[in-house]
């Protein structure tokens, strides 16, 4: 991203569908390490949407 690499977009996308998956499974879970982890994916989830809204302009 860092660089404007003609990739940064191809990644930034995987990164989403992947960490969007996450909360999916571990929100399910009542542990409190399972619900930081679900809250973590999230921000995954609009930091990457961010990042490739940004490369494409």
């Not at 499974?25 to 921000?43: F, L, N, S, V, W």
Request: aromatic share 4%.
């Amino acid at each position: 991203m860092a660089r404007n690499s003609r990739y940064s977009d191809a990644i930034c996308k995987p990164c989403v569908g992947i960490c969007e998956w996450c909360p999916e499974q571990c929100g399910t879970h009542d542990h409190d390490h399972c619900q930081k982890c679900a809250e973590a994916c999230r921000a995954c989830v609009r930091s990457c949407r961010s990042m490739a809204a940004k490369d494409n302009g």
